[in-house]
């Protein structure tokens, strides 16, 4: 899957071709499971796996972009845009168990080589390959508009690959007779997806805990909005993502008594916001502007 999502009309506007490489990526997923059986291949299984971790990244881009645009009910008050991770949470730990599968399986394979059929491994790769390219060239345009096709768009290219080394396994095995060079490319690849899909949870996860996103240090934070002039400490400082991409912030501004005017109010929360977009990119912030005296009067729970 990719690294983030853009939830904008942007993304809407390439949904019709995140759907069509969706169902390629399916069709994909089908051939290459069935190729599988049919040619005993465990570097097709492989790359039938790899590949379903990038058709289920697109669909979660698909999900992100159709959640954003639509309205939900009052109660949920960050709508759905959590069901992206933990579907991705489901999906790595799905991942990670047929990564296990895949290279338990290797080692039996490498010690007691089982004959494959090279000609369905060939041909199932082949379809693999013309398909991923197929969505290549389909999401080449979007990918410079928006992240979620950006992301989509770097998964294919990595399927594609993937593919292209079960077809030179393929050939190898219909050259030589070396059997164990299906064994060496399932190991390869899902060694591939074992790194990729520890670093999804990992951020997975992030989310969920509601840890600051990654590349964004709240005390850099902390330190820009408390340089502005008029601003004299923050505190009760929070930073976290409600799903891929969309970081929110709060905190407590405490500020000098002359900024309490209206005009300087307004001022002064126009100038934390811009520096919070600018700065840092997060677009979603609560910002309470205290006196000096409220602070003293409230807990130092959180700093």
Not at 67 to 77: E, F, G, L
Request: glycine share 8%; with cysteine; proline share 4%.
């Amino acid at each position: 899957m990719g690294g983030g999502h853009d939830h904008g009309s942007a993304g809407m506007r390439n949904r019709g071709t995140l759907v069509v490489a969706l169902c390629l990526g399916l069709s994909v997923v089908a051939v290459q499971l069935i190729g599988a059986f049919l040619a005993n291949s465990l570097a097709l299984l492989a790359d039938a796996a790899h590949m379903f971790t990038d058709v289920a990244g697109i669909a979660l881009a698909i999900v992100a972009i159709s959640i954003a645009a639509r309205r939900t009910r009052p109660s949920r008050t960050f709508g759905l845009y959590r069901i992206e991770i933990l579907a991705t949470v489901a999906n790595g730990f799905l991942l990670l168990g047929v990564s296990a599968y895949i290279l338990v399986e290797a080692v039996q394979r490498w010690s007691h080589p089982e004959p494959v059929q090279p000609g369905v491994m060939i041909v199932a790769a082949l379809y693999g390959v013309a398909a991923n390219v197929a969505s290549l060239l389909l999401l080449r345009r979007g990918s410079r508009e928006s992240l979620a096709v950006k992301g989509a768009y770097l998964e294919v290219f990595s399927d594609a690959l993937g593919s292209f080394g079960v077809v030179v396994a393929g050939l190898v095995v219909l050259g030589t007779g070396f059997d164990r060079a299906d064994v060496i490319v399932s190991v390869v690849i899902a060694i591939f997806m074992v790194p990729r899909t520890l670093l999804l949870l990992r951020d997975a996860f992030g989310v969920l805990m509601e840890n600051a996103p990654r590349g964004v240090d709240p005390e850099l934070i902390r330190t820009d909005l408390a340089a502005l002039p008029g601003v004299r400490s923050v505190h009760d400082l929070h930073v976290w993502a409600i799903t891929s991409g969309m970081p929110s912030l709060s905190a407590h501004i405490v500020v000098e008594p002359s900024c309490f005017g209206a005009d300087d109010q307004a001022r002064l929360l126009a100038e934390l916001q811009r520096t919070l977009h600018e700065n840092f990119a997060v677009e979603h912030s609560t910002l309470q502007i205290e006196p000096p005296q409220h602070r003293e009067g409230e807990s130092a729970q959180h700093p």
